[in-house]
């Protein structure tokens, strides 16, 4: 059953992946190509997901926007991630004062809402691709953080770790070469979920137009468009917002099958 | 237990301080403090005008004496005034309370009343058909933004069949309206933003009613339980879902402040004049005070939640000991 669910998850985010890829070769138009002819035209045999306000193909824009929301997604999760790695080894490993202001630090960063954090430092960089990437990963670095720092703790009291410092290993040897590439695992299911995370709070942001900017397409910018036309043109939010759907679900699923694989005890 | 509270009240302190400092450093740091935030699209504001508009502000002075000045006022329950139109931060936010209260409340309702069945549903039928459902429909719920339901709702329902109003909450005009009129039309205008709050609480709070329920029904005592004949009603109902829902009360410690923080995309999607949309507006226009006077509550309700959720656990269940 869960492997199945995992499996599925897999294709899911292979699918998106190679569409997205593949984006120039596949779009049928140029994603920014206007044509005032055809101005909201709903699904037909030419625009198979309909056109936008200024006549562009959706389904071109779709699929040249997921190249920009994997792209935060990935660019995201690689920044949190990293951070929460550095962090997280050194409250873990070293422990002590430094061990309770890295955890101090994570509590008050988890005590202000995000969506404050991410608005008020959007207001400091000005709206663009590579600030949504960096907003969000200054955002999500305590999850990965808390997790290496709980491997840590469980790891450094191993024969090993002690084996390796009775033989006059470094400190930064000892946390690179030999409790890291052990502690990772969980690291792993968090951060596949968190690109599914990423790829909604950019959704979120762009569709309160503080994320990617128009004309540049995202999923959110599509969405965000959708909005002012739901009257007259639900294909503008329905499929923009199925892609987001489709691929969240993705990464979702596939990191509860990380999980199911490399933790057995946690299967049911 | 004593000292473990008193411990963590005297925790909390230097992380809310923490926490003000940096929402503080952030809102200054950001170009353009108030002053030209308001004046920015009125040419004719002179020099002198904007330097005393930041005097007013207290944007002249350096960033310690700014947030000292703050704090000394911020400790005595003193919001200040938002910067926008002069008015007193805490009547600003009152204003704004009921309405996001009233909806997250209801949400928060609607997931318990719904989720708590499913979860028990789906455990003690593990891999049935609707198991399989609810683990599926948990994942959608999950991946689903929720303004982009939202959207569908509102072109389905709202433009599609005209059943239910799309946006504000209430009609433009109600003068004509009986009280009950009146009540049935803001009632109207509240499921949506109800409905789609509760949607993506609702995936998490069965998925985690059905783990815990899971966890429980392995446990000895449930053997014993059945072992001496119990039926299994009583079985379920009685012994397990007891000990299943005590870890449920971390989950409403840890809701507290978003009950009253609002969310401030559904807010803008549903035009609702909540929370979310006066925090929104004040990050943006760098009211200093206005922003400060949501923020740092929400972080100490979210503390607080934090530790109440601890505290009680260990209240309810015996075995938990807290140091």
């Known amino acids: 059953m869960k492997n199945r669910l995992a499996v599925i998850g897999g294709i899911l985010v292979l699918l998106v992946f190679v569409l997205s890829i593949f984006a120039p070769f596949i779009a049928p138009y140029n994603p920014s190509n206007i044509d005032i002819k055809y101005i909201l035209v709903g699904p037909s045999f030419s625009h198979p997901l309909g056109t936008d306000d200024l006549g562009r193909d959706v389904l071109s824009r779709m699929l040249w926007g997921g190249r920009i929301s994997l792209e935060v997604g990935f660019v995201a999760v690689g920044i949190a991630t990293i951070l929460g790695i550095f962090l997280g080894s050194i409250a873990g490993y070293y422990g002590g004062w430094i061990d309770s202001l890295i955890m101090r630090a994570v509590d008050i960063m988890l005590s202000i809402p995000t969506i404050f954090l991410v608005l008020a430092v959007i207001a400091i960089l000005e709206p663009s691709i590579i600030n949504i990437m960096i907003v969000i990963g200054l955002t999500s670095w305590m999850e990965p953080a808390r997790l290496i720092r709980a491997e840590f703790i469980s790891l450094k009291e191993r024969e090993f770790v002690i084996a390796a410092r009775a033989i006059g290993a470094t400190d930064v040897r000892i946390i690179m070469k030999h409790v890291l590439p052990n502690g990772l695992s969980p690291i792993l299911v968090s951060a596949t979920m968190g690109i599914g995370g990423a790829i909604l709070i950019e959704s979120a942001l762009s569709f309160l137009g503080l994320g990617v900017q128009p004309p540049t397409p995202s999923w959110g910018s599509l969405l965000s468009s959708g909005k002012d036309n739901i009257e007259i043109a639900w294909w503008l939010s329905a499929f923009p917002g199925l892609a987001i759907l489709i691929t969240v679900l993705g990464y979702n699923l596939l990191g509860e099958g990380i999980r199911d694989a490399l933790d057995p005890r946690q299967r049911e | ?323």
Do not use: C
């Not at chain 2, 207290?58 to 704090?71: E, I, M, S």
């Not at chain 2, 004509?176 to 109207?188: F, I, K, P, Q, V």
């Not at chain 2, 009685?238 to 807010?267: D, F, W």
């Open chain 2, 1 to 323: 237990m004593l000292i473990y509270i008193i411990k963590r009240m005297l925790l909390m302190v230097p992380i809310l301080l923490g926490i003000t400092v940096l929402s503080f450093g952030i809102m200054r740091l950001a170009p353009g403090g108030p002053a030209e935030a308001q004046m920015e699209f009125s040419a004719k504001a002179s020099a002198e005008a904007r330097e005393r508009l930041r005097k007013l502000y207290g944007a002249d002075q350096p960033f310690y004496k700014q947030y000292a000045t703050w704090l000394k006022k911020f400790v005595t329950l003193d919001f200040g005034e938002a910067f926008a139109d002069g008015r007193k931060v805490k009547d600003k936010i009152l204003e704004r309370l009921p309405i996001t209260l009233t909806i997250n409340l209801l949400s928060l309702g609607l997931v318990l009343l719904i989720a708590i069945p499913i979860g028990i549903m789906s455990a003690t039928r593990q891999y049935s058909l609707i198991d399989r459902f609810t683990t599926m429909f948990v994942f959608v719920g999950f991946s689903t933004p929720s303004f982009w339901l939202a959207l569908l709702l509102i072109y389905m329902l709202g433009v599609q069949w005209g059943v239910l109003p799309i946006s504000g909450i209430q009609s433009l005009d109600t003068t004509g309206l009986t009280l009950w009129g009146r009540l049935s039309d803001w009632a109207e205008h509240l499921i949506l933003p109800v409905f789609v709050s509760a949607f993506g609480g609702l995936a998490g709070f069965s998925r985690y009613v059905r783990n815990n329920m899971l966890e429980v029904l392995r446990q000895d005592y449930i053997r014993t339980a059945r072992a001496k004949g119990l039926p299994e009603k009583k079985v379920i109902y009685k012994h397990a879902l007891r000990n299943a829902l005590m870890p449920v009360i971390t989950i409403l410690g840890l809701s507290l402040p978003g009950i009253i923080g609002g969310s401030v995309i559904l807010e803008t999607v549903f035009g609702i004049p909540g929370m979310g949309q006066l925090l929104y507006q004040a990050v943006f226009s760098r009211d200093y005070n206005l922003a400060m006077g949501i923020l740092v509550p929400a972080a100490f309700l979210t503390m607080l939640g934090n530790f109440l959720a601890d505290i009680a656990y260990a209240f309810t269940d015996p075995r938990v000991r807290l140091r």
